[in-house]
T-cell receptor
Framework: NAGVTQTPKFQVLKTGQSMTLQCAQD?????MSWYRQDPGMGLRLIHY???????DQGEVPNGYNVSRSTTEDFPLRLLSAAPSQTSVYFC?????????????FGPGTRLTVT | SQELEQSPQSLIVQEGKNLTINCTSS?????LYWYKQKYGEGLIFLMM?????EEKSHEKITAKLDEKKQQSSLHITASQPSHAGIYLC?????????????FGEGTQLTVNP
């Protein structure tokens, strides 16, 4: 199994540009989520999905969209990038969100918005 | 405000020394996780604690959960440079649609040879 994969690993955007961060898992996990990690803030939940076709907002959803058309993929879209979205983004998955249960994390995408 | 508070925020120790990192919750803990992160990399799962009083060990790392105090501690014995990194505690917080994983701010550990 490849586990949780994320692309790209690094990205630089100009303010106002849009892009999609890709996340895929091959473990048939129902639950997938996106976090951002900022210094002094820990990891904060952006959006999550409990299964294909179902998504919900986390703590910091503004400026981001998600969709879950398949069990495997959970892309995160930045509609109009802002410098405040400079961060490291992690995708995670688990077979359920009825915890406690281990979540598997991808390697992260380091995004800089200038 | 943070639902999980970690202390200290950073820690510098000499190789061979013992150290403890604490994680305190403002809400009832449903499950407590410890992850380790090296700079530029993803999170590596260390341990999961579910029951009050539970204690787990892996090599030189021991984690305990004190459910009554809503607190967990991570103890490293005889630290090595390979232990350096960011340690994050995570906890399942109950919501109306299931549980949600929330994290502390992390503790940056430096081990000097």
């Amino acid at each position: 199994n490849a586990g949780v994969t994320q692309t790209p690993k690094f990205q630089v955007l100009k303010t106002g540009q849009s892009m999609t961060l890709q996340c895929a898992q091959d473990m048939n996990h129902e639950y997938m989520s996106w976090y951002r990690q900022d210094p002094g803030m820990g990891l904060r939940l952006i959006h999550y999905s409990v299964g294909a076709g179902i998504t919900d907002q986390g703590e910091v959803p503004n400026g981001y969209n998600v969709s879950r058309s398949t069990t495997e993929d959970f892309p995160l879209r930045l509609l109009s990038a802002a410098p405040s979205q400079t961060s490291v983004y992690f995708c995670a998955s688990s077979y359920s969100n009825i915890g406690p249960i281990e979540q598997y994390f991808g390697p992260g995408t380091r995004l800089t918005v200038t | 405000s943070q639902e999980l508070e970690q202390s200290p925020q950073s820690l510098i120790v000499q190789e061979g020394k013992n150290l403890t990192i604490n994680c305190t919750s403002s809400k009832t803990l449903y499950g407590l996780y410890w992850y380790k992160q090296k700079y530029g990399e993803g999170l590596i799962f260390l341990m999961m604690l579910q029951k009050g009083g539970e204690e787990k060990s892996h090599e030189k790392i021991t984690a305990k959960l004190d459910e009554k105090k809503q607190q967990s501690s991570l103890h490293i014995t005889a630290s090595q440079p390979s232990h350096a990194g960011i340690y994050l505690c995570g906890a399942d917080i109950q919501t109306t649609s299931g549980s949600r994983l929330t994290f502390g701010e992390g503790t940056q550990l430096t081990v000097n040879p």
